[in-house]
């Protein structure tokens, strides 16, 4: 089977991570979605089971952790797990592509020890938590609770920053395209 790389985009809530990925999955054909497993609800008609995430009950994320489905899981807010499934990385490998993952801080910690220097970590940040704060409200998507909860975690998550292999700080988007192109294009040839 062919192993190929693994690169890695993680950030806090709000940096646009999804956004670059998305756009280097349009511009690298190389590069296949690693699809992550979530016991979170699907956000309005837009998500997709299969597409966007699997869409998994707790007692199927928990079966699935028992017999040992997934390189990494976590539970990212309360109620809410997520992982990566092995079958997502072979499936993406046995296709000869690259796999690219979208997934929070510590998800991408874990997928960087797990693959090793086959993978490029990748930290999107904003410039600054005010910035992040109103991108979130932005999106309509969250409560005064929710956005609180995301905020304090996103401060968190900013002190991993140097634990990554760069860093990409998402300002102008299209800046932020060409850059994690340029980055993810040389790894790839390396």
């Given at each position: 089977?062919?192993?190929?790389?693994?690169?890695?985009?993680?950030?806090?809530?709000?940096?646009?991570?999804?956004?670059?990925?998305?756009?280097?999955?349009?511009?690298?054909?190389?590069?296949?979605?690693?699809?992550?497993?979530?016991?979170?609800?699907?956000?309005?008609?837009?998500?997709?089971?299969?597409?966007?995430?699997?869409?998994?009950?707790?007692?199927?994320?928990?079966?699935?952790?028992?017999?040992?489905?997934?390189?990494?899981?976590?539970?990212?807010?309360?109620?809410n797990f997520y992982g990566t499934l092995k079958s997502?990385?072979?499936?993406?490998?046995?296709?000869?592509?690259?796999?690219?993952?979208?997934?929070?801080?510590?998800?991408?910690?874990?997928?960087?020890?797990?693959?090793?220097?086959?993978?490029?970590?990748?930290?999107?940040?904003?410039?600054?938590?005010?910035?992040?704060?109103?991108?979130?409200?932005?999106?309509?998507?969250?409560?005064?609770?929710?956005?609180?909860?995301?905020?304090?975690?996103?401060?968190?998550?900013?002190?991993?920053?140097?634990?990554?292999?760069?860093?990409?700080?998402?300002?102008?988007?299209e800046t932020s395209f060409a850059e994690s192109e340029?980055?993810?294009?040389?790894?790839?040839?390396?």
């Amino acid at each position: 089977m062919h192993e190929g790389k693994a690169i890695i985009f993680s950030a806090p809530s709000g940096s646009g991570k999804t956004t670059i990925v998305k756009h280097l999955l349009s511009k690298l054909p190389e590069l296949a979605f690693s699809i992550s497993a979530s016991t979170r609800d699907k956000r309005g008609r837009s998500e997709t089971h299969g597409k966007d995430y699997h869409f998994l009950t707790p007692d199927e994320f928990k079966t699935k952790i028992d017999n040992n489905e997934f390189i990494e899981w976590e539970e990212v807010y309360e109620g809410n797990f997520y992982g990566t499934l092995k079958s997502e990385i072979d499936r993406i490998w046995k296709s000869g592509k690259h796999v690219i993952f979208d997934v929070d801080v510590k998800g991408g910690l874990n997928l960087k020890q797990y693959f090793g220097d086959k993978a490029l970590a990748i930290f999107v940040k904003v410039t600054d938590i005010e910035t992040l704060s109103e991108r979130l409200k932005d999106r309509g998507t969250e409560d005064e609770q929710s956005l609180s909860r995301r905020l304090f975690k996103a401060k968190f998550e900013m002190s991993f920053e140097d634990k990554f292999d760069t860093t990409i700080v998402n300002e102008v988007l299209e800046t932020s395209f060409a850059e994690s192109e340029k980055i993810v294009s040389e790894f790839l040839n390396s």
